[in-house]
T-cell receptor
């Protein structure tokens, strides 16, 4: 089964609205990361966030390892935020076991 | 500033033929290099992380077989064989291995798109 579940699968926002993206993990994990994929395909690492809260500009990531979940909050969304947001985890068992979710497709309309 | 160069950027691969991909690191501050694949359903999957020249790893996944080689401190290669479905391969670099004390962020190359003839 899918090790990493992301929700929602897709989201449409009016520019200026906030978004909350969720990532849940089915097994215990050592760490996790958030990535952003632009509509053209290029990928960007947003946060390496094994635990706690990290903020970068309008983006805030909060990971609660014990509860096997992480969230990504986007405040005051802009049209340039459109794209796919992916989370990935490193499992706590086995060597270099990394798993990705299927992503949340975000569309911000003006 | 571009940290990674990938070539080719795309390739049509006749069924049954292997293809060789290259990734060139432009900044030695990010020596941990990895390969990821993204399938046609956009599912991303980590393949390999290789740190030292001479490191080699193989992996077989649904739809393709892989051989990764860290050739030098600045060059990572990937041979893709027996590919039955198209995919995109991304090279990344980082200051430390994922989960290492120095883990900061991963930087992605532009990707190589492979299509099966």
């Amino acid at each position: 089964g899918q090790q990493v579940q992301q929700s929602p699968a897709s989201l449409v926002l009016q520019e200026g609205e906030n978004a909350e993206l969720q990532c849940n993990f089915s097994t215990s994990l050592n760490s996790m990361q958030w990535f952003y994929q632009r509509p053209g395909g290029s990928l960007v690492s947003l946060f390496y966030n094994p635990s706690g809260t990290k903020q970068s500009g309008r983006l805030t990531s909060t990971t609660v390892i014990k509860e096997r979940r992480s969230s990504l909050h986007i405040s005051s969304s802009q049209t340039t935020d459109s794209g796919t947001y992916l989370c990935a985890m490193e499992r706590s068992t086995g060597y270099q076991n990394f798993y990705f979710g299927k992503g949340t497709s975000l569309t911000v309309i003006p | 500033v571009t940290l990674l160069e990938q070539n080719p950027r795309w390739r049509l691969v006749p069924r049954g033929q292997a293809v060789n991909l290259r990734c060139i690191l432009k900044n030695s501050q990010y020596p941990w290099m990895s390969w990821y694949q993204q399938d046609l359903q956009k599912q991303l999957q980590w393949l390999f992380t290789l740190r030292s020249p001479g490191d080699k790893e193989v992996k077989s996944l649904p739809g393709a077989d892989y051989l990764a080689t860290r050739v030098t401190d600045t060059e990572l290669r990937l041979q893709v064989a027996n590919m039955s479905q198209g995919r995109t391969l991304y090279c990344t670099c980082s200051a430390d291995v994922w989960g290492g004390a120095g883990q900061d962020t991963q930087y992605f190359g532009p990707g190589t798109r492979l299509l099966v003839l």
